[in-house]
């Protein structure tokens, strides 16, 4: 993702998410060094994700899909290279957090070999006030462990 793609990206992201990021938000993660991905179809951004490196552990912060593109498998394509990147990256773990009312992006986790760890009580702010997010993760082989 380049800063140039961000109108596109924050087009989708206003569009499928309940509760999108801003456009801060995406600058600030491209300025952090994130690692911010595009997919694009016939030349324009359909799909997106954000992934932050830590030392042992790579967290997902966003990812999303054009609705027009959505069940054609790229979620799922776009989740197994970044599971790849974290794992070239010699990673323990990718941890996300969900909302508890997602059960597309929780279907797509399990189906990528992530499993729920934990739950923050009342996370997300929601239109009922809040709701839990649910902590996943996803345990990566390390090299040269036996
Ligand atoms: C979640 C999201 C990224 C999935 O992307 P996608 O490209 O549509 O997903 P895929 O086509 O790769 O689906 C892979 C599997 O995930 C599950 N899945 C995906 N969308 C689903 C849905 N709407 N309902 C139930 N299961 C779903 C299914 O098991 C699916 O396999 P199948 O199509 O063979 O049944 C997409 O729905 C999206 O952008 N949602 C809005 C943003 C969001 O919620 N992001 C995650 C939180 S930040």
Known sequence: MQASDVDEVLA??????AYPWTRGNFCDALESGY???VDECDGKPCGY????MGSDDAELLNIAIAKA???????R???ESLVQIARDRKMSRVLLEVR???PAAIALYRLAGFREIGVRRE??????GSENAIVMACDLEKRGDA
Request: aromatic share 12%.
């Open 35 to 37: 690692l911010c991905y």
């Open 69 to 75: 593109y959505q069940r054609k498998g790229m979620g």
């Open 100 to 102: 508890a009312s997602n």
């Open 77 to 79: 394509r776009m989740l």
């Open 49 to 52: 994700a954000v992934l932050m």
């Open 12 to 17: 989708i992201e206003c569009a499928v998410q």
């Open 123 to 128: 996370y997300y702010r929601s239109n009922n």
